[in-house]
């Protein structure tokens, strides 16, 4: 029995080390989880809950997608229709659709907490501040539509311009102080 029990506690001890490791290694020394979600640009990426900057998909009552592209206070609306659109692509070309049309990208923002309860105690935290770029897409198979794109070649080029371009130190300040202003935070 005792065997059993020390098994079980190298295993948990394991598991501990190894998820500390996995922060470190995202993070870096020093970095909170604010700072993963708002120290930089944000890249092509699923949104969780863990890491809320990126791209999440869900379905519309009428048959339509729905692409949220939610991104650190310093990427800019441009940037973050980019992904919402590479994301509703890549998702079409997952599905075997050979096209889609996508509504116009709607810009909102999704303002974090400043404070939270921790053993009956209020206390202040780092608010995790977003941007977020929302579209509605359509798939259909033959692009009679006008406006229709090739779901595979979207993608692909799409996520190549991601991965290669840069948001200069200027406009990522602009980004960031529109946030702030949207959310009411002093810079």
């Known amino acids: 029995m005792a065997h059993i029990s020390s098994n079980r506690r190298a295993s948990r001890l394991s598991a501990l080390v190894v998820g500390a490791g996995a922060l470190l290694q995202l993070g870096g020394c020093g970095a909170t989880l604010g700072d993963l979600t708002t120290g930089s640009v944000t890249n092509y990426q699923a949104a969780n ?16 997608i729905h692409v949220t592209a939610a991104g650190s206070p310093g990427t800019p609306s441009d ?8 994301a509703a692509a890549d998702y079409g070309a997952v599905q075997h659709q050979k096209t889609f049309t996508s509504t116009p990208a709607q810009t909102s923002f999704k303002c974090g907490k400043t404070k939270m309860s921790e053993k009956g105690q209020q206390v202040t935290i780092k608010p995790t501040d977003l941007r977020v770029v929302s579209i509605d897409v359509t798939y259909g198979r033959d692009g009679i539509a006008p406006a229709a794109r090739g779901t595979r070649e979207t993608a692909d080029a799409l996520k190549a311009q991601l991965a290669s371009e840069t948001v200069p130190p200027d406009v990522q300040a602009a980004a960031t102080q529109e946030v702030s202003q949207q959310c009411g935070r002093p810079l």
């Open 49 to 64: 809950l863990f890491a809320p900057a990126g791209y999440s998909i869900s379905a519309n009552a009428d048959g339509s």
């Open 79 to 86: 940037r973050l229709e980019k992904i919402a659109l590479a």
